[in-house]
C-alpha cells in the first residue's frame, strides 16, 4: 500500500516546495489542498457570492488539481470544467475572501471527501489540516514553521515569481490576517497534528528539509511506486 505524507504549517514556510520534492522523490500524486481553497474562492469572485454561499458552488464546478509533482512552474495548476487556472489562484485581490471562504465549515465540509479522494491512494498532501483533518491516519505528518518575517519575504518572492509583485505592507497584513484565521477559525483550525515531526525551516533549505522528510518516510518502509498522474 502506498504510503501517505501530510505536511502543515503556515504560509510561507515552504511546504509547496517540499511536498512537491518530497512527491517526486515517492512517485506519489503531489495534492496542494490550498488550491481547491483558492479555486472556490476565486469563483465566489467571479460570481460576487460571499463565504457563506461559496459552499454550494463547491459541487458544481467540476474541480480538478494537478497531482503531478513534475508539472512545471507554468502548467495549470487547478481547473474547473475546461478552464485551466494558474497565477490567478494567488491574486492578491482575493486574499480576504479567501480567508473567509477557507475558514467556512460549509465549504470545508463540502472539500473534504474530494481531498480524501485524490489521495486515497497514497498522497503527499500540503495545507493547514491536511495531517489532523484531512489524512488523520498518513503514516508520516510534517509540521513546517518559520518566523513571520522570514515567512513574509518567501511569500513576497513568491508572488514576484508569479507575475504577482505586490507592497510589502500589503503581504505583510495578509499574512498577519491568514494566521489569524487560520489559527482561530472554527473548523479545522491551524495545529500541529498529534505525532508530526516539527521542523523549522528558517535555518535550512528545502533540500534539506525534504531530506529529513524523506528519511522518516524511508524508516517507515516507503519506496517510489508509479501511479497516473493528471
Not at 185 to 198: F, Q, S
Amino acid at each position: 500500500m502506498p504510503i501517505s505524507v501530510t505536511i502543515d504549517g503556515p504560509a510561507g514556510v515552504g511546504k509547496s516546495t517540499v511536498g512537491r520534492r518530497v512527491a517526486r522523490e515517492l512517485q506519489l500524486p503531489f495534492l496542494d489542498t490550498g488550491l481547491l481553497y483558492r479555486a472556490v474562492a476565486l469563483v465566489a469572485a467571479e460570481r460576487s457570492v460571499g463565504p457563506e454561499g461559496a459552499a454550494e458552488l463547491v459541487h458544481g464546478l467540476g474541480l480538478a488539481i494537478n497531482l503531478d509533482p513534475t508539472a512545471p512552474e507554468g502548467a495549470w495548476r487547478a481547473r474547473i470544467g475546461e478552464r485551466d487556472l494558474g497565477a490567478e489562484l494567488w491574486a492578491p485581490g482575493n486574499a480576504v475572501l479567501l480567508a473567509r471562504v477557507a475558514a467556512e465549515p460549509a465549504v470545508r465540509a463540502a472539500l473534504l471527501p474530494l481531498q480524501r479522494k485524490l489521495g486515497s491512494e497514497g498522497v503527499v498532501a500540503v495545507g493547514r489540516d491536511a495531517g489532523s483533518t484531512v489524512f488523520p491516519s498518513a503514516e508520516v505528518k510534517v509540521y513546517l514553521d518559520a518566523p513571520f518575517e522570514v515567512r513574509m519575504e518567501r511569500r513576497r518572492s513568491e508572488l514576484e515569481r508569479l507575475g504577482l509583485a505586490s507592497a510589502e505592507v500589503a503581504v505583510r497584513e495578509d499574512l498577519a490576517e491568514r494566521d489569524h484565521r487560520d489559527s482561530t477559525r472554527e473548523a479545522a483550525p491551524l495545529a500541529i497534528p498529534d505525532g508530526a515531526m516539527v521542523i523549522d525551516t528558517a535555518p535550512i533549505d528545502a533540500e534539506e528539509v525534504a531530506r529529513r522528510i524523506l528519511s522518516r518516510c524511508y524508516e517507515l518502509g516507503a519506496q517510489p511506486t508509479t501511479h497516473q498522474r493528471s
